[in-house]
């Protein structure tokens, strides 16, 4: 059965810094793989996803993930962290395209000090 | 107004009594999804109904029930609740033609059972 782990519980950074956001995945084929972000008090919002081909994905707000197959990966980046991006960040995988059953792994507290 | 709408936002009630969050969506999205959201344990699927006539139970449908009462409705229910039914619910769509794993959610339900 697939599954993901983000061993990072909480992560604080100080605006302006660069921000790497770790995601594992256990899947035995190609997953299909996503983050999304959790603002206070919001439902989750779909920053980027990868399916197939480039292996560095773009997202929204800034953000781009890449896929390490051999490190069985996908971690999430930023450049430059912004005050606007505290929040929980989720990874999830999902076997198919189309499936039903999107696995989300336990979520990333990113705080940004000033 | 928002896309997936959750009522309601927060809701105390007390062990046994029946609970009922409802779900509309304008998107227009055939598949609609209830997800329950712990501390540190991420997103959970409790049910899920790719149309009207198609439900199906997640990983954690024992306690709850669903009601997909047309297209853009729908509900979750607790029978019975119990305290450690003291969540976050989301409630969550995504189009089966354009891929099932981008979701949309809802802003979310806070529910305490005492």
């Known amino acids: 059965a697939q599954s993901v782990t983000q061993p990072d519980i909480h992560i604080t950074v100080s605006e302006g810094a660069s921000l790497e956001l770790r995601c594992n995945y256990s899947y035995g084929a190609t997953p299909y793989l996503f983050w999304y972000v959790q603002s206070p008090g919001q439902g989750l919002q779909l920053l980027l996803k990868y399916f197939s081909g480039d292996t560095l994905v773009q997202g929204i707000k800034g953000f781009e993930a890449e896929f390490k197959r051999s490190q069985s990966s996908f971690n999430l980046r930023k450049p430059s962290v912004h005050w606007s991006d505290a929040a929980e960040y989720f990874c999830?995988?999902?076997?198919?395209?189309?499936?039903?059953?999107?696995?989300f792994g336990t979520g990333t507290r990113l705080q940004v000090f000033p | 107004d928002a896309d997936v709408t959750q009522t309601p936002r927060n809701r105390i009630t007390k062990t046994g009594k029946r609970i009922m969050l409802e779900c509309s969506q304008t998107k227009g999205h055939d598949r609609m999804y209830w997800y329950r959201q712990d501390p540190g344990l991420g997103l959970r699927l409790i049910y899920y109904s790719f149309d009207v006539k198609d439900i199906n139970k997640g990983e954690i449908s024992d306690g709850y029930s669903v009601s997909r009462q047309a297209q853009a409705k729908f509900s979750l229910s607790l029978e019975s609740a119990i305290p450690n039914q003291t969540a976050l619910y989301f409630c969550?769509?995504?189009?089966?033609?354009?891929?099932?794993?981008?979701?949309?959610f809802g802003a979310g339900s806070r529910l305490t059972v005492l």
């Open positions: 969550a769509t995504s189009d089966g033609r354009a891929g099932a794993n981008v979701l949309t």
């Open positions: 999830a995988v999902a076997r198919s395209y189309n499936t039903d059953k999107l696995i």
